[in-house]
């Protein structure tokens, strides 16, 4: 018998312990501990959400480039915008509504719309008080 052969038929023999296991409970056939199901993010209040849409969907929108916020320019209105409705048409599989960027882009754009692209107003697309 070669060596991975040995190897192999070691491995099928030994069992695998559990992180949290001891060979003492493993070998009594003590139930091994269950892993805590995922976390995902608490989700936006879906009237929270709704309402950010209208607000898209029937705004006046800047239509030369803008800073959406202290870090990020955009520089084709269009392209943005479009980016943002196919978000919102895909909500129920896009990870970014997931993880609320969509949502966060909605505010930030909002507050841009609101003191007419001077990005002055992030107490209001941050939600920071």
Not at 74 to 93: A, D, S
């Amino acid at each position: 018998m070669n060596w991975l052969n040995k190897l192999k038929k070691q491995v099928e023999t030994k069992q695998v312990m559990p992180e949290t296991g001891d060979r003492a409970s493993l070998a009594a056939g003590a139930p091994t501990p269950e892993p805590p199901p995922p976390q995902t993010p608490s989700p936006e209040t879906p009237d929270a959400y709704q309402e950010l849409i209208e607000w898209f969907t029937t705004a006046e929108l800047p239509s030369e480039p803008f800073d959406l916020d202290q870090a990020r320019r955009v520089t084709n209105p269009v392209l943005f915008y479009g980016g943002l409705r196919r978000e919102i048409e895909n909500r129920q599989t896009s990870p970014r509504r997931r993880c609320k960027a969509t949502q966060a882009d909605l505010r930030c754009l909002k507050a841009v719309a609101k003191d007419g692209g001077n990005m002055t107003n992030q107490e209001d697309a941050y939600g920071i008080e």
